[in-house]
């Protein structure tokens, strides 16, 4: 009887642990130790059977070397990719099961196929080329076919020597071609570092940009099209916010296109040419959020029920089947401050609010 009820106990234990399921969320925090080379510490933080079952350390990071970026996950949009690649805003790869750096290079992403992760480089000194690392055999090599193009569109840049900006384009074997003599001025006015203005492709023959205004607080967005030659203003966008200006554009989930702008959202339909604002961001089937604060945060809903009120950035959520996460913030004025993470857990249908030192980047969720 005494073996028999052993038996049980080790068939009920097995079957217990094959029936665990855990999921991560993935949390870069500033390594305070270490604020020279702006180091960054990489943590799992795991939750089990819709349980939280603490974090733990994956690895620490070297954010600066020699007085220039190295690998940098607090800069820009991080990817997940295989449950198991973290590929930061510049392009480092990071092993987050081998625990490791495989790509310490900054290069765009555009695309994860397989084993093979794609880049595009566009630098005064590197040129422009595609390149891709191979997963597999862990080796970077440039791509050397001149007819390899994935990116959709064709070579069109601003000239941003002197203001207003040109907008040039670059046919291939041909003369550049000034399209537009005033296409806005994009952080002219700033004192920071001036980011790019960015075109999004409709196809490869016609694209959108924000022309910007002077003074960094309004502008239009501008459909062009490279066959006719013409231009056409869907919209416009203004924003007396004191926040930092951004242009963002997204492919959203339907037909539209998100431009961000400041603290503001709008849906552009290229084909019907309209622009409207947005009060809500459609995360993905379940959850949205409202996009501008309010003194009392942003209303978090999930399948169109308000689950919540919470200062935090939208890039600082990030969302799966069974859970949501934010880095919760307190404002006071025009300052923000961190106080630690919030993770949503729908099984519960309640947040749960977890400690954390200073969040640098809210990677995202991984299975294990």
């Known amino acids: 009887m005494k073996f028999l009820i052993h038996i049980f106990l080790l068939c009920s234990g097995w079957c217990c642990s094959q029936n665990n399921t855990t999921e991560s969320l993935i949390v870069v925090h500033y390594d305070e130790g270490n604020k020279t080379t702006l180091g960054q510490v990489i943590y799992r933080y795991n939750f089990t059977n819709n ?43 990071i092993d987050l099961q081998e625990k490791k750096v495989l790509f310490d290079g900054s290069a765009k992403l555009i695309r994860c196929s397989n084993d093979s992760i794609i880049f595009y480089t566009n630098d005064v000194f590197k040129g422009k080329f595609y390149s891709y690392y191979n997963l597999s055999s862990n080796t970077y090599s440039e791509i050397k076919s001149l007819t390899f193009n994935i990116i959709v569109g064709q070579d069109v840049e601003f000239d941003r020597r002197k203001s207003p900006y040109k907008l040039e384009y670059f046919p291939k074997n041909k003369p550049k071609v000034v399209l537009m003599e005033d296409a806005g001025h994009g952080w002219v006015s700033s004192n920071t570092y001036k980011s790019e203005i960015p075109i999004y492709w409709i196809d490869d023959n016609t694209f959108l940009f924000p022309n910007i205004k002077i003074t960094d607080l309004e502008g239009s967005i501008v459909k062009y099209n490279l066959l006719t030659k013409t231009s056409k203003v869907l919209g416009t966008f203004s924003s ?15 037909s539209f296109v998100e431009f961000y702008f400041k603290e503001k959202l709008f849906l552009i339909n290229p084909i019907k040419e309209t622009m409207l604002i947005s009060a809500y961001k459609e995360i993905d089937s379940n959850f949205s959020v409202e996009v501008e604060s309010k003194s009392t945060g942003r209303t978090v809903y999930y399948k169109g029920k308000e689950i919540g009120k919470n200062h935090f950035h939208l890039t600082n959520f990030k969302s799966t089947v069974n859970f949501a996460a934010i880095v919760k913030e307190i404002v006071m004025g025009d300052e923000s401050y961190q106080q630690g993470l919030s993770v949503f857990n729908v099984s519960k249908l309640k947040w749960e609010n977890i400690d954390a030192e200073e969040v640098a980047a809210l990677v995202g969720w991984i299975k294990q």
């Open 240 to 254: 007396v916010s004191k926040l930092p200006a951004t242009y963002q554009f997204r492919k959203s989930s339907n």
């Open 51 to 93: 349980v939280y079952a603490g974090r733990e350390e994956i690895m620490t990071i070297v954010g600066k070397k020699n007085g220039r970026d190295y690998v940098r996950c607090d800069v820009g949009e991080n990817t997940l990719y295989k449950n198991r690649y973290l590929i930061s805003g510049i392009g480092n790869i």
